[in-house]
T-cell receptor, first 111, second 114 residues
Framework: GESVGLHLPTLSVQEGDNSIINCAYS??????FIWYKQESGKGPQFIID?????DKRQGQRVTVLLNKTVKHLSLQIAATQPGDSAVYFC??????????FGKGTMLLVSP | DVKVTQSSRYLVKRTGEKVFLECVQD?????MFWYRQDPGLGLRLIYF???????EKGDIPEGYSVSREKKERFSLILESASTNQTSMYLC?????????????FGNGTRLTVT
């Protein structure tokens, strides 16, 4: 069947490298941002979130950076593993208490 | 862990059929959502519900309706299925205590309308 990964920008890295996935958001009034991971055949899975009063937040092997000046969000994955291969989405709280999702980036990790 | 369960992983329906997609969550979440996901278009919001008996249109509600009779269950209804409704449908839920909290998704229903 069709894959959610079709038509997406792709980042290819080697196992052990650090990965950086970028996202430009649209609404300067957005105050909450989330990164999701979607593996083939599964629904999006929450990774990490950040509020607009923060510039950086760290989780386990992941870091999210927020630059409100240029409306840019990035997800850094340390020591990328083959299991990290997936599509990654950013989402912003754009009002009406719902989220607006980016189109996604496919991350491919080679052993 | 939050569990959001969509009753079918794959469905094949004929044009004109009435289709029901069911979603159940087990964490007493007030808010529930239906998205569709298409290659090149990302996730688009169809309908959402703040609580039982409540519903709000999302960005692409045409051709769909919803039902929220119980807190844990949110159904998406295609009144008369058409081929352009072939898609992956994703249900999600969220605790309403804070709007700044993540959505939790089910694993999706891939619907094909022939």
């Amino acid at each position: 069947g069709e894959s959610v990964g079709l038509h997406l920008p792709t980042l290819s890295v080697q196992e052990g490298d650090n990965s950086i996935i970028n996202c430009a958001y649209s609404n300067s009034a957005s105050d909450y941002f989330i990164w999701y991971k979607q593996e083939s055949g599964k629904g999006p899975q929450f990774i990490i979130d950040i509020r607009s009063n923060m510039d950086k937040r760290q989780g386990q092997r992941v870091t999210v950076l927020l630059n409100k000046t240029v409306k840019h969000l990035s997800l850094q994955i340390a020591a990328t593993q083959p299991g990290d291969s997936a599509v990654y989405f950013c989402a912003e709280n754009s009002g009406y208490s719902t989220l607006t999702f980016g189109k996604g980036t496919m991350l491919l990790v080679s052993p | 862990d939050v569990k959001v369960t969509q009753s079918s992983r794959y469905l094949v329906k004929r044009t004109g059929e009435k289709v029901f997609l069911e979603c159940v969550q087990d964490m007493d979440h007030e808010n529930m959502f239906w998205y569709r996901q298409d290659p090149g278009l990302g996730l688009r919001l169809i309908y959402f519900s703040y609580d039982v008996k409540m519903k709000e249109k999302g960005d692409i509600p045409e051709g769909y309706s919803v039902s929220r009779e119980k807190k844990e269950r949110f159904s998406l209804i295609l009144e008369s299925a058409s081929t352009n409704q072939t898609s992956m449908y994703l249900c999600a839920s969220r605790k309403s205590s804070s709007y700044n909290s993540p959505l939790h998704f089910g694993n999706g229903t891939r619907l094909t309308v022939t």
